[in-house]
């Protein structure tokens, strides 16, 4: 007997195994001497099993040296750690563009399998994907910048999913901190993704991701680009309808919304992934 629940967690698919492959090449232990690496999605550096670092904390590193009046003192492997990040998100960006955030990051993974329990779920409007941008100039580099700390990662949740198997006991003694009090927060904004991914598709990444809004930026110009033979097309909107997202590619194929899950192409033999590289 099938449980249609599970069935389609389980669901073999092109997209699952590529997803669960970065889950676990992300968070493989015996490949931590790459961690120098930043990687293009995002991925706690703080967790010990972790592979690549996180783009976001190098660059919150230089936010919090050039408001010290020390980042052209630093090593010169501190000023390439930061450039590197910066390249590394823009290079994924432009090859890539959210295929990347579909297929590859860990957490946006989790919010996949999240969104298979069978309840009516709620749809973001279009605009919910540009507060990403002032999110990421807000939190990645001017409040870091402000208060000298990696602001982001005291509240990142994927951050918060590492706090909570090393740190679930000492709970209490947290509120005795200023740091304690921000991990608290963290856990309790990752509590709040979990139970909203339930009802909406990856609320995290249409909302607040950093990374995600940068790299919705590249769609219309990435190697990894949704072609739409809209003189093809009959207006019946199963594409639309497939979409997770709601979006209509044959209006938008370029939305910063759109993971690039290409359930789309699925749907509809007239929208295809074209790679130009």
């Not at 750690?81 to 590394?88: E, N």
């Not at 790299?215 to 019946?236: M, T, Y």
Request: charged share 10%; proline share 6%; hydrophobic share 50%.
């Amino acid at each position: 007997m099938k449980i249609p629940f599970i069935s389609n967690v389980v669901k073999v698919s092109k997209r699952r195994v590529v997803q669960t492959s970065s889950l676990f090449i992300s968070n493989a232990f015996v490949l931590s001497s790459l961690n120098f690496i930043p990687c293009g999605f995002l991925q706690c550096s703080n967790c010990a099993l972790s592979t690549f670092a996180c783009p976001l904390i190098l660059v919150q590193r230089g936010a919090v040296l050039a408001s010290m009046g020390m980042f052209g003192m630093m090593s010169d492997k501190i000023v390439a750690s930061v450039g590197s990040a910066l390249a590394m998100l823009v290079l994924f960006g432009a090859v890539f563009g959210t295929w990347a955030c579909g297929w590859l990051c860990p957490f946006g993974f989790i919010q996949d399998l999240l969104a298979k329990v069978p309840v009516k779920k709620i749809r973001m409007p279009e605009w919910s994907g540009h507060l990403r941008i002032p999110l990421f100039i807000l939190l990645v580099t001017l409040i870091p910048y402000w208060t000298r700390s990696l602001f982001f990662c005291d509240v990142c949740p994927p951050g918060a999913i590492n706090r909570l198997w090393q740190q679930a006991l000492g709970i209490p003694l947290f509120f005795k901190s200023p740091e304690g009090i921000m991990a608290v927060v963290s856990i309790g904004l990752l509590v709040a993704v979990i139970a909203a991914a339930i009802f909406i598709q990856r609320p995290f990444c249409s909302l607040l991701c950093p990374i995600g809004g940068l790299h919705g930026l590249f769609n219309k110009i990435s190697g990894f680009f949704l072609n739409v033979e809209s003189e093809s097309c009959s207006a019946c909107k199963q594409c639309q309808a497939a979409c997770t997202q709601g979006i209509n590619p044959v209006a938008t194929p370029a939305n910063s919304l759109c993971s690039r899950c290409l359930a789309c192409t699925d749907s509809c033999e007239y929208i295809n992934l074209d790679i130009k590289l």
